[in-house]
């Protein structure tokens, strides 16, 4: 009997490891992401915030209408175009941001994995170093190098190539900007990761059997590369739909996304029942997207390694 | 057929590899005749995988010269080198079907569509995969990837084929049958072939001439017979197959010959062709198989010697002895078939040992290890 007890709690011994984790994510994730889907169910309470009546001179205000249950903030995000046209901003942004982020990064990852082994780990700092400081003084950063008198358009005057500054910050090209800085040290990583994982041999074989090293890189080591460069694509398609530093900081009004609209309907419109449904729409997004390219991508690839 | 008749399709001519301070491949020479199958073996870290990758062009010689079929390699290029080489690994394209894999080389060499597939049919049919012709490398077994392997190279018809411990991952039993249907294989196709191992079994049981290395020399060159019957040296009498090994001096014998002092009992008379000198050192090696034992007392006068059985080692189709000479120190291993299940002796069996001098292989140790080039 005792030792039937041990033995259960042997089973389960391994996720007492887990625990402390596991209570972390459960209330301070699970929890809020639970209420926050609660809140995006209440009814708003119209523009007025803060305590003040409401536009029916009834008491009381607050940031929500309480005990209320209702789906209006969704359908209202899908019914307006002003919503609407931010979830289409968002996801161009999210497809150029990626497009542009795989570009540089595929070259960059496959040039550290050719690379000898000193050089390799000098690319590796580098290609870490901005993520080792912080989001904001890249951003800031960014915007000092792109303003009208800063070093770029100085630079680019000072050489004669255009007569007066162009207007980089603020524009669709410095989000963009900002946005794969902020993402490609990952996506590296991920594809130097998958390259490495490569066996070697394939190559060898390839040339053996006559295939020159471009036609070798074309036909065996691009095509194995792309189920973990696949993984890099997930990877930055979610985190720019989810863009929010670079375009708060360095779009306009025009090049509002999704995550920058939460915080103006929660703060700014004191609408916390709209920010949430807001919130909740991001995350679906995300989710849908990663469905759509798991299923292109998992019906293309009907091989697997060993 | 003597081999020097024979076209020469390898000719590898002081080749040397090194790395850094380590020479993994020093100045080793030797050729490969048309439709020959070839054997380097060597323990690892004797250089026999560099000599291979090398000839393959996966390496670069630090000196030294390959040609195939009287054209100088040096300087040509992995890609156009017309050698077909199958890896420990198979090194098969995981993305790939057996087609495309076995298709992979003639659509680099820019033949047409028709054009391959009737040639990967052939080949396809040769190693007897044609109904897997769609499958992908991880829905094989590792046999059939083997084939697969070999079918990729054979198919673009290559002056020369090199394999690289091609039967290694494969389980005993599955080794010993491809190791026939490789051989049968390359017999058929007629194909040149150099062929790396560690497993002497396998060399012994396929070459047509073994090529012994050793600490990046090659230490012998020869037919598995020759190897086996006569080695030059003492790690190659001790790399190959078992063996009972000595070392004694030579003494002068009343009658005019030699005869070999291994032990205050123990005198081995080799056949007197071996040309000794009196107090000579040398290296003395008898096989098991040639070793008989009785429980008669002094079968014969010379290379005869009585010892008392240490362990019996059952191998089902043959027992090994492991005897201890009397006079202590020397060790014997003699083998015994045994058709009826049987062993003759037991363990503490006091029984005489002998031999014919035409098995006594010596070897004077001044020359001990030294590097021949064939």
Redesign the interface.
Known sequence: MFSRISERLGRYQKFFLLSPLLFFLIFFFAGPLLWLFRVSLYQSRGSSGFGIGGADGKEGGGFYVEGTWTIENYVRFFQDDYFRDIMFFTVELALIVTVVTMLVSYPMAYYIYKAGPKLKIFLLIIVILPKLSNMLVLVYGLQILMANNGWINKALVGLGIIDEPIKLVYTLFSVVVSKVLLIAPYTILVITAALHGLDKTLRDAAMGLGASSTKAFATITFPLSLPGSYVALLITIVWALGAFVSPLLLGNPDLTTLAVEVPRQTFENVNWAMGSAIAFIILSLMFVVVLIFNLIIGSAIKWRTE | MSTEERKVVLEVKGLTKKFGNDIAVKNISFNLYDGEFLFVIGPSGCGKTTTLRMI???EFPSSGEISVRGQLLNNVP???RN???V?Q?Y?L????TVQKNVE??LR??GISKGARREKVADVLSLVELEEFSDR???QLSGGQKQRVALA??IV?EPDLLLLDEPLANLDKRLRDTMRVELKKLQEKVGITTLYVTHDQEEALAMADRIVVMHDGNILQVGSPKDVYNAPSSPFVAGFLGETSSFHGTVRACPDGTREIVVDDDMTVKPSPTHLLNDSDSVFVSIRPERIQLSKEKQIQEVNCTSGIIDFVSYLGSHVVYFINVLSGRALLKASEAIPTGEASFKVGDRVQAYWQEENVVCISEDREDSAVNV
Request: no cysteine.
């Open positions: 393959g062009g996966y992995l890609e156009k050698i077909g080489m890896f690994s090194a394209f995981p993305h790939m992979y080389g680099m060499r992908y490398p991880s990729r190279v673009l």
